[in-house]
């Protein structure tokens, strides 16, 4: 298959090296500056360049800033997502738009699974929800992928704040009331390649298997990575103040997949991996 990657972010960073290890598809990368989806003629440029098949791996992820910055978010995380879409519309290519479990309302004590009903609270998650609904109208051969707390070694992301938070503090005080699931981008990215070659397009849960609160994701990470010792404080959303509140308990259920055959192993083992590979000179 002739792979179109587009964006070199975490998850983008993950399943460029994942292709490369299949030598069976063929990958081509677009990348920001030279490739920005929020331009119209990004979906010229796919029609011209007809791969099988293009991932957006491109997207808006800083939740706070997109509350202050409502269109540059929906520029990124919607119209981006539509110009694509159109471009795999002109020349039959099927396509893979990385969404988010924030599309969910995420009430205490509710599982979501791939059909439930959405609902996005803050201009982030509604900006990728339209992004779903955007590429959902133009494209029938469609994978949506819903991922969630996502880490990889040298990103930023929640494991890297709380080991340098707990490296520059001593001691740290950690959510336990807000609950998701860790979803490790090497992981995820194998998952992804394993639905493309099943052309079993739909929409998908990927994430590692179980689910924690921001306290025990925290907890994980300190123990895999040295840091057993620091001490950590649970504490409730209202007591950390933030621009965005995320949704509690937007946890999600990969049936989908699952039926399939494709699991992400359980998240303390890749939370375990993550910290072999971002601390392997200090562990
Ligand atoms: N991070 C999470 O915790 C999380 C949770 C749930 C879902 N997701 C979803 O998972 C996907 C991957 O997230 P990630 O953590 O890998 O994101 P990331 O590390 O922030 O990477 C995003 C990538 O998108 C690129 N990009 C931004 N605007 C662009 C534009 N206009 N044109 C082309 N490229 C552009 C960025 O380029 P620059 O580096 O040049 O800015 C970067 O390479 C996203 O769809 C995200 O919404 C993430």
Partial sequence: MHVLLVGD???????????????????????QPT?????????????ALAPD???????????????????????????????????????????VQVSTNEVFPGHPGVFYREYDRTMAGSAYARSKLAGEMAVMQMV???YIVRVAWLFAPGGVNFPAKISQAADRLGALRVVDDEFGNPTYAPDAA?????????ER??????????????YQFARQVLTHS???????????HTEWQRATQPPLHAVLVNQAAAALGIRLRPWQEAVAEYCRQEFAATV
């Fill in 140 to 142: 029938q051969r469609l």
């Fill in 226 to 236: 040295g840091r057993g010792h620091v001490e950590v404080t649970p504490i409730s």
């Fill in 190 to 198: 194998a998952a992804i390649v394993q639905l493309i070659e099943s």
């Fill in 35 to 47: 490739f920005d989806i929020t331009l119209p003629g990004a979906a010229d440029d796919v029609a």
């Fill in 201 to 214: 397009y739909g929409i998908y849960h990927l994430v590692n298997d179980g689910w924690c609160s921001r």
């Fill in 9 to 31: 972010g975490q998850l983008g960073t993950a399943l460029r090296q994942v292709l490369a290890t299949a030598p069976q598809h063929r990958v081509t990368i677009w990348r």
């Fill in 53 to 95: 098949v293009v991932i957006n791996a491109a997207a808006w992820t800083n939740v706070d800033s997109a509350e202050s910055n409502p269109d540059a978010a929906y520029a990124v995380n919607a119209l981006g997502p539509k110009y694509l879409a159109e471009g795999c519309a002109r020349c039959g290519a099927a396509l």
